[in-house]
Nanobody, 126 residues
Framework: QVQLVESGGGLVQAGGSLRLSCAASGRTFTTYNMGWFRRAPGKEREFVAVITWSGGRANYADSVTGRFTISRDNAKNTVSLQMNNLRPEDTAVYYC???????????????????WGQGTQVTVSS
């Protein structure tokens, strides 16, 4: 497992942007696909985006495609989520997560991940 710490959440108006960052500890960062999930009040945790261990491929939930971009820097053990054109329905706690690479490029299920950050709140006002 790796230890994950998110930062960058906050309050923003609809149409605005935020950038979330996640710092990972440990020397095995490149053996993990990295994902972002979110949980809105009263809802289940849902997949947002994932990036492969090499950073070469990414996948997104339909609801954020074209607005959010996931990236990673393996030299710095970090993964980021750039969120543009935010909507009130994007309001949630956002979690960074690590899934051991076992041949699957796009881990979209919660159970694929064995390490989670503590979460960072994103609030989008209308």
């Amino acid at each position: 497992q790796v230890q994950l710490v998110e930062s960058g959440g906050g309050l923003v108006q609809a149409g605005g942007s935020l950038r979330l960052s996640c710092a990972a500890s440990g020397r095995t960062f490149t053996t993990y696909n990295m994902g972002w999930f979110r949980r809105a009040p009263g809802k289940e945790r849902e997949f947002v985006a994932v990036i492969t261990w090499s950073g070469g491929r990414a996948n997104y939930a339909d609801s954020v495609t074209g607005r959010f971009t996931i990236s990673r820097d393996n030299a710095k053990n970090t993964v980021s989520l750039q969120m543009n054109n935010l909507r009130p329905e994007d309001t949630a706690v956002y979690y960074c997560a690590a899934a051991p690479y076992r041949g699957t490029y796009f881990n979209t299920r919660v159970r694929d991940y064995d390490s989670w950050g503590q979460g960072t709140q994103v609030t989008v006002s209308s």
